[in-house]
């Protein structure tokens, strides 16, 4: 079959709200933004672990830190699920792991910004998870089935995670003035950077167009933000904790809050490998990296032993 014929079928199929799969013909620029996308997603979700792993052995109770060792090891998974799926893209584990560790790839701005009090994990899950949620809400409609159908699941455990922060800035914004001043602090601290997690606006975003064409993304960088606001800014004013953004306010004819400008040269900054936590962040990743090196080794023996005995 001709290309043009394969490419017309494809965009029927996608026209359709029919699923591609890995062995269906796809254009190879849908295969290479796919297998961006996902991977810089699985690389979060990894890279993502650091800054609540931080707080595991300072959760102030038992019952937090049986949670948030259940919530950074859902993370753990999301980060399986996803190299999984970027693996049906014709892509091997391996040289996903080399992006990361190379710094080749990009991972989420956000996760380059320190952990500095126990508010921060609540701040994280309530804001970080959030925004997450928002935008893997509607990469449930991904045209990619493998990757839709990872998203499915992800979702499920991030509305936990989400909750579970929320519930611990609910609790600290309610307890003693010195609580309630920490809370104020890790909100005034991560609401930008969570903003900035949805990308660039519209207008700047590069892959924007083709993905919205082919249904990769579904909703665009801008409106996957403000639904964020939108909902995050009732949140706060229910806890009785303030937005660090004097501009946010309802608009009555919009119908959406109204928010101020993003600083996109601290974007970029972080972006450039220069934020706060990006060069300790990576030496975290290459030292796991290094030190389960016997691992891998001793499970390619154990297969090697197993695959021999099998022939024998
Ligand atoms: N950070 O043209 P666009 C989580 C890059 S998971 C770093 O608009 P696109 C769970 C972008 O890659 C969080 N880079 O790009 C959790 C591109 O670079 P490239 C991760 C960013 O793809 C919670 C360039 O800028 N979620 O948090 C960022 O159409 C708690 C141009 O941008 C996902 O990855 C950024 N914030 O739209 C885990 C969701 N924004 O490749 C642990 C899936 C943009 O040309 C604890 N991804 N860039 O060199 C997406 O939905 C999209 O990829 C966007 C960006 C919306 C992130």
Known sequence: MQDAEQLARFERAIAAEEKVEPRDWMPDKYRANLIRQISQHAHSEVVGQLPEGNWITRAPSLRRKAILLAKVQDEAGHGLYLYSATETLGVTREELQDDLLSGRAKYASIFNYPTLSWADVGAIGWLVDGAAIVNQISLCRTSYGPYARAMVRICKEESFHQRQGFEIMQTLAAGS????????????????????????????????????????????????????????????????????????????????????????????????????????????????????????????????????????
């Open 177 to 312: 003035p010195a609580q309630k001043a920490m809370a104020q602090d890790a909100l005034d601290r991560w609401w930008w950077p969570t903003l900035m997690m949805f990308g660039p606006h519209d207008a700047e975003s590069a892959h924007s167009q083709q993905s919205m064409q082919w249904k990769i993304k579904r909703q665009s960088n801008d409106e996957l933000r403000q639904k964020f606001v939108d909902q995050t800014a009732e949140q706060a004013a229910h806890i009785g904790l303030v937005v660090p953004d004097p501009a946010l306010r309802w608009n009555a004819a919009r119908r959406h809050y109204d928010f101020g400008a993003i600083d996109w040269a601290e974007f970029q900054r972080v972006l450039g490998g220069n934020g706060p936590c990006n060069r300790a962040r990576l030496a975290a990743r290459r030292k796991a990296h290094a030190d389960g090196a016997w691992v891998r080794e001793a499970m390619l023996a154990h297969a090697a032993k197993q695959a021999a005995r099998a022939a024998a």
